[in-house]
């Protein structure tokens, strides 16, 4: 069951970002940023649900200039709106899964500097029981100065400072039942036509 309130919210994605981080046997793409995540909100109510990571950025995520490379930045998103799924799951409905991508859309907005932390804020913008839409954005996290506050849904001390990278990621959910019906569901609607190609 999806959760019902913010704190079993984010209990669920430490949780969830926990087993991730420690999948036995997987030593793939991503698992090094993964590690080096921490998620510091999540929510289910009011609004839309919402999930914030932190991460250091460290010199295994930059290019030869001492920023944080493109296409780490493209999986940093997919890796943290594909954990914000866990918020919508229950029996049945995205069940077991982040779902496969069917668009990542980066926009690269500013450099991110090796040796600087970010805050990824997630945004599950609409979903069904096959697809999703999500949001997110990348800010830096500024070192707190005397007489400012914290950052919003940050745990270290810190501003947020100007959008670094924008991205909107759609899903398509693999749920083994979902996939079941479609695929029967297909191969009536298809029986008897030929292929053009």
Same mark, same amino acid.
């Given at each position: 069951?999806?959760?019902?309130?913010?704190?079993?919210?984010?209990?669920?994605?430490?949780?969830?970002?926990?087993?991730?981080?420690?999948?036995?046997?997987?030593?793939?793409?991503?698992?090094?940023?993964?590690?080096?995540?921490?998620?510091?909100?999540?929510?289910?109510?009011?609004?839309?649900?919402?999930?914030?990571?932190?991460?250091?950025?460290?010199?295994?995520?930059?290019?030869?200039?001492?920023?944080?490379?493109?296409?780490?930045?493209?999986?940093?998103?997919?890796?943290?709106?594909?954990?914000?799924?866990?918020?919508? %799951? =229950?029996?049945?409905?995205?069940?077991?899964?982040?779902? &496969?991508?069917?668009?990542?859309?980066?926009?690269? !907005?500013? *450099? /991110?500097? %090796? =040796?600087?932390?970010?805050?990824?804020?997630?945004?599950? &913008?609409?979903?069904?029981?096959?697809?999703?839409? !999500?949001? *997110? /954005?990348?800010?830096?996290?500024?070192?707190?100065?005397?007489?400012?506050?914290?950052?919003?849904?940050?745990?270290?001390?810190?501003?947020?400072?100007?959008?670094?990278?924008?991205?909107?990621?759609?899903?398509?959910?693999?749920?083994?039942?979902?996939?079941?019906?479609?695929?029967?569901?297909?191969?009536?609607?298809?029986?008897?036509?030929?292929?053009?190609?």
């Amino acid at each position: 069951m999806a959760p019902s309130t913010n704190s079993e919210a984010l209990t669920r994605a430490r949780a969830v970002l926990h087993a991730f981080q420690r999948l036995p046997n997987y030593v793939g793409w991503g698992l090094d940023i993964a590690k080096l995540l921490s998620v510091s909100s999540a929510t289910v109510s009011p609004g839309p649900p919402t999930m914030t990571f932190t991460l250091p950025i460290t010199h295994s995520l930059c290019q030869s200039l001492g920023q944080l490379h493109g296409g780490a930045t493209a999986t940093i998103f997919d890796i943290c709106m594909s954990i914000a799924l866990c918020l919508i %799951q =229950g029996p049945g409905f995205w069940e077991n899964n982040w779902g &496969v991508s069917r668009t990542l859309n980066v926009t690269y !907005l500013g *450099a /991110v500097k %090796q =040796g600087c932390t970010v805050q990824v804020e997630c945004e599950i &913008v609409g979903y069904g029981r096959r697809m999703a839409h !999500l949001r *997110a /954005v990348m800010r830096a996290v500024e070192e707190e100065k005397e007489g400012q506050g914290k950052a919003e849904g940050h745990e270290g001390g810190g501003k947020l400072g100007k959008i670094l990278a924008a991205c909107e990621h759609g899903k398509v959910a693999m749920d083994p039942k979902s996939v079941e019906v479609s695929d029967k569901v297909y191969r009536e609607k298809t029986k008897g036509m030929k292929s053009k190609l």
